[in-house]
């Protein structure tokens, strides 16, 4: 079943702009992933934050999660035209299943 | 370099034909995964396996079966059941535990 909910749904930026996009998700988590994927590509693994973590950092990425809100946002600084994918936020229960959102498909204007 | 190999790339079917999707991992993981991605959504997972010769089904199992007899290869046969069987299938394999996983770049299915 499809936990996560992305928003928006899609973003298009200037390049060296900031790129925000946010996760919502119903049920607890043990942890949250982000992940990329290039069009016609399979996905790539960006970040990983577990349940007891509030923000995490890799690169030009910013991860936070609000268990409370059951919410998570992922934060690309300084964009290029590499970023230009599609970005999913998947969730953790304790079955070794993720549950995927639907993206949100950034596109960085040059 | 260790990784996840899909296919073929591309792959068409006849109507009432069943169509193999291959699935081969170097990574020495334990669980492997095949899901469903329709345009502009999310993955669906279909089946999934922890251990070798053992596998479970996921959200979207009906029309498709699996098997893994090696722990490199988690095949994926989409059967004449499916009735819409046009996708991108994508596999993926991680160590067991809520680890990150790892993706091949996927088989694009039509039907003829």
């Known amino acids: 079943s499809q936990q996560g909910e992305e928003d928006p749904q899609a973003l298009s930026i200037q390049e060296g702009e900031n790129a925000t996009m946010n996760c919502s998700y119903k049920t607890s988590i043990n942890n949250l992933q982000w992940y990329r994927q290039n069009s016609g590509r399979g996905l790539v693994h960006l970040i990983l934050i577990r349940s007891n973590e509030r923000e995490k950092h890799s690169g030009r990425l910013r991860v936070t999660l609000d268990t409370s809100k059951k919410s998570s946002s992922l934060l690309i600084t300084a964009s290029r035209a590499a970023d230009t994918a599609s970005y999913f936020c998947a969730t953790d229960s304790n079955d070794y299943k993720l549950s995927f959102g639907a993206g949100t498909t950034v596109t960085v204007r040059a | 370099d260790g990784g996840i190999t899909q296919s073929p790339k591309y792959l068409f079917r006849k109507e009432g034909q069943n169509v193999t999707l291959s699935c081969e991992q170097n990574?020495?993981?334990?669980?492997m995964y095949w899901y469903r991605q329709d345009p502009g959504q999310g993955l669906r997972l279909i089946y999934y396996s922890q251990i070798v010769n053992d596998f479970q089904k996921g959200d979207i199992a009906e029309g498709y079966s699996v098997s893994r007899e090696k722990k490199e290869s988690f095949p994926l046969t989409v059967t004449s059941a499916q009735k819409n069987p046009t996708a991108f299938y994508l596999c993926a394999s991680t160590p067991l535990g809520n680890q990150p996983q790892h993706f091949g770049d996927g088989t694009r299915l039509s039907i003829l």
């Open positions: 990574l020495n993981h334990d669980a």
